[in-house]
């Protein structure tokens, strides 16, 4: 028997054989991730086929390395229930799939099926989280590792092997559509949820992929789409290598340590250089001084767009490949990989070389040996009622409460009345983000669902849209104020969209199509980037005509990116910012507003009083003295890390180890111990995020303002009091010095701890030679 074909054999050997074998056509079809998934099938009633599309494609590369998103369902796929595949018929297709590919091609090689899971799976019946930015206003990584897992379970039980996880940009650039996949703003938190989605999906040993719970994850996007100029989607980066080292590649970094299977590239620029063409980053980086060993991938179409380089596609293909990219998707320019081989343009070795990496990654995947997957099992680990318990969690842990004047919130007493008032009160697809697949009926609840849900008996709920997200008419205003007239309380439920509508415009890589001026709701997700972080349309008006009525007003924001609110915040008592909080994120909600939840989120992110301050991400650098605007506050509406409780906490004690540390001792693995006494001095019990920053000086660069190197999230008890402990060393405490060499220098450090990045408590730590 072949040795690729050994089970017992190890997998380098299989590796090698296998390569061995095979033929350059067969080399370039492993390349090749170009169709499609939903491409690749018809369904008839209750039955499903395959394409000759897709068996044209096995054809044409005598095999085929990856099919993307075969469960995908969207406006852009065009899938829904009618004509998609639901959980229960997941694996039979796959298994149908993987079946023809080993079947119809000399040598058998199966299959990857990619899968975008950038929040949950994003399929027919596929579980939905709320999106990053909620993730990471939890600051709860442990609690993520569990969804993770979940969504792992899910996407393994039906057949499909890898999953796109968006988890590498960094928010720097709120009027970017894709904020909301971003963990926020700060490179180390996006670190430690990153470190989370790799070790909740591979499990903690990332080589054993085989396990029938276990995906591989390629995480997106290397690197700097956060920080594209204008806020403008795919635009340049205009960072220089300091920039890159210290804020956009640490959770790069930290997904490679924690074994990640592959990364994607970005569509942005860098210097010049996009990053599906940067050797720098892709080989130098990444494989020469990371040793990560595992994929890159392509985004969608990105390699066809490095022709404005080039001139052809071949030599596209050429320069990516080169630089360091193993699979294409949906690109034509990598199907053409074998002419660029007979035109000189790329050495065969070099394809041999990205091969192996496809080729390893299906062995550790164990596709060889165990292709198929049990036909039922998805029925039982799809949407399962553990997995809607961890979910509601990290909605609930996700909620962030900016302003409670005169505890408005929460709501006590019997309030006869309480009016649901605002565009995202009662739309569920506006609270789950952009990247989502189709409902299924009677799927998820809504805030006004949710509310009617948690009320007291005997508290009459009712219910005015008053306006839409960015639809400018006031039709809807005179229902809606004399709703909030004859109420208690108003809840004013506004933000914005991400919700994509069948029979819109896209990309073809299924980025949306919004055009200046365009009437659509959708302002948010990808495609849909905004000059102006106002709330759209006529909601501020909506918010003005509420409140005039002397009725107590609760804003609850529903948004995928971080709003100028501060008009919103002065009209009304009490705010809570949900973000996109997904499918249970309206129970979520008013758990926390009926006082059955206290709320414990924290800004992943600083929210602007206007576009105007941008940028505005907490830990710029520190330009030595105190600068001003002369028009509005220098100071943003909330910082960075803040969130209010039902209960009270305060800080004392904070101790250091020692005053002084060489950078000697810390390049010996020496670490300073921070300790802080936080209690519980309200009513309630509480969860309580304790987060450390360093500001440094005098270290021969320009230092950032605060920088985060730890935090925790503690539960306490009314009148408990806890020590919390930290720890700094080498990790925490080293810079880029100006040679670009990471190393631990003789500098002033201010250590800094509390409840947010303007943390009050400071204790004063010198490094020395």
């Known amino acids: 028997m072949e040795i690729y074909k050994l089970s017992s054999a190890p997998i380098e050997e299989r590796v090698a054989d296998l390569l061995a074998r095979m033929t350059l056509r067969e080399k370039v079809g492993q390349l090749n991730q170009r169709m499609y998934g939903w491409d690749a099938y018809n369904r008839q009633g209750d039955a499903f086929e395959l394409t000759d599309a897709f068996k044209d494609e096995v054809a044409r590369g005598g095999g085929m390395g990856a099919l993307y998103g075969l469960f995908r369902s969207d406006p852009w796929s065009g899938v829904n229930y009618a004509n998609g595949i639901a959980a229960a018929d997941s694996a039979k297709v796959a298994n149908m799939v993987q079946r023809y590919v080993l079947e119809h091609t000399r040598l058998g090689i199966p299959v990857l099926l990619t899968e975008e899971c950038p929040h949950g799976h994003q399929a027919l019946d596929g579980t939905l989280l709320p999106v990053n930015l909620a993730a990471g206003a939890t600051w709860n990584p442990e609690l993520m590792v569990q969804a993770y897992a979940r969504v792992a379970a899910e996407i393994r039980s039906r057949g499909a092997h890898v999953g796109l996880v968006s988890a590498l940009d960094i928010l720097q650039e709120p009027r970017w559509g894709r904020s909301e996949e971003c963990f926020g703003e700060d490179p180390y938190l996006a670190a430690r949820f990153t470190e989370a989605a790799v070790r909740g999906m591979q499990g903690e040993d990332p080589l054993r992929l085989d396990a029938p719970n ?73 494989r020469e001084e990371w040793g990560f060993e595992g994929l890159v991938m392509a985004d969608g179409c990105a390699v066809d767009r490095l022709l404005a380089l080039t001139g052809s596609h071949e030599s596209a293909a050429a320069l990516a490949l080169s630089s ?116 299924r009926e009677g799927t998820g609840t809504t805030v006004l669902q949710g509310i009617r849900a948690c009320a007291p008996q005997g508290v009459d709920i009712v219910y005015a849209l008053g306006c839409g997200i960015r639809d400018r008419s006031k039709a809807g205003f005179a229902e809606a104020v004399a709703a909030a007239k004859e109420a208690d309380l108003a809840i004013l439920v506004l933000g914005g969209s991400s919700a994509r509508e069948f029979g819109g415009e896209f990309e073809d890589n299924g980025a949306a199509i919004v055009k200046e001026g365009s009437p659509s709701e959708m302002d948010c997700g990808e495609g849909v980037d905004l000059a102006d972080l106002s709330l759209g349309g006529v909601q501020l008006e909506l918010a003005e005509a509420v409140a005039a009525t002397g009725t107590p007003v609760v804003a609850v924001i529903i948004q995928g990116r971080p709003h100028a609110l501060g008009e919103v915040v ?58 001003n605007y002369v028009d509005m506050p220098s100071a943003p509406l909330y910082p960075f890390g803040y969130g209010l409780s039902y209960t009270q906490f305060i800080y004392a004690k904070l101790s250091l180890s020692r005053t002084a540390v060489s950078t000697t001792a810390l390049e010996n693995g020496e670490r300073v111990m921070v300790q802080v006494e936080v209690k519980n001095t309200g009513a309630r019990s509480g969860a309580e995020t304790v987060q450390l920053y360093i500001r440094a000086r005098e270290s021969g660069i320009t230092r950032r303002i605060a920088e985060l190197k730890g935090f925790t999230k503690i539960e306490l008890a009314p009148g408990e009091s806890r020590t919390v402990e930290f720890s700094l060393g080498r990790e925490e405490l080293g810079i880029w010095t100006r040679e670009m060499r990471f190393a631990t220098v003789p500098c002033k450090v201010t250590v800094i701890v509390g409840g947010s990045s303007q943390a009050a408590l400071s204790a004063d730590l010198t490094v020395t030679v």
Not at 255 to 282: K, Q, S, T
Not at 343 to 370: M, N, S, T, W
Not at 421 to 433: K, S
Request: proline residues 6%; aromatic residues 6%; positive net charge.
């Open 214 to 286: 276990r995906i591989a994850v390629v995480l997106k996007h290397l690197c700097a789409q956060g920080a594209a100029q204008g806020g403008r989607n795919a635009g340049p980066a205009a960072i220089g290598p300091r920039e890159l080292r210290e804020i956009h590649l640490p959770a790069a970094r930290a997904g490679a340590l924690a074994g990640a299977a592959g990364f994607m590239a970005a569509y942005n620029e860098i210097d010049g250089v996009p990053c599906h063409a940067n050797r720098d980053l892709l080989t130098g980086i990444l």
């Open 570 to 627: 002065e009209l009304c008592d009490a705010v809570l910012c949900a973000w996109y909080p997904g499918t249970e994120g309206g129970r979520a909600i008013a758990e926390i507003l009926f006082g059955k939840v206290n709320p414990s989120g924290k800004l992943p992110v600083t929210l602007p009083r206007s576009s105007a301050q941008l940028p505005i991400y907490y830990n710029q650098k520190d330009p030595g003295r105190i600068r």
């Open 324 to 439: 360091g990219v193993d699979l294409s998707l949906w690109d034509t320019a990598f199907t053409k990989l074998e002419e660029a081989v007979r035109q000189g343009l790329v050495l065969e070795a070099d394809i041999d070389r990205a091969v192996a990496r496809v080729l390893r990654l299906k062995f550790r995947l164990g596709l060889f040996d165990k292709p198929y997957v049990p036909e039922l099992r998805a029925i039982s680990v799809v949407g399962c009622p553990d997995f809607q318990k961890i979910n509601l969690q990290v909605a609930r842990e996700s909620v962030v409460l900016l302003k409670n004047e005169r505890d408005q919130l929460p709501i006590v007493g019997q309030p006869r009345r309480i009016a649901v008032i605002g565009p995202n009160a009662d739309r569920l697809y506006n609270q789950l983000g952009d990247y989502t697949s189709v409902q």
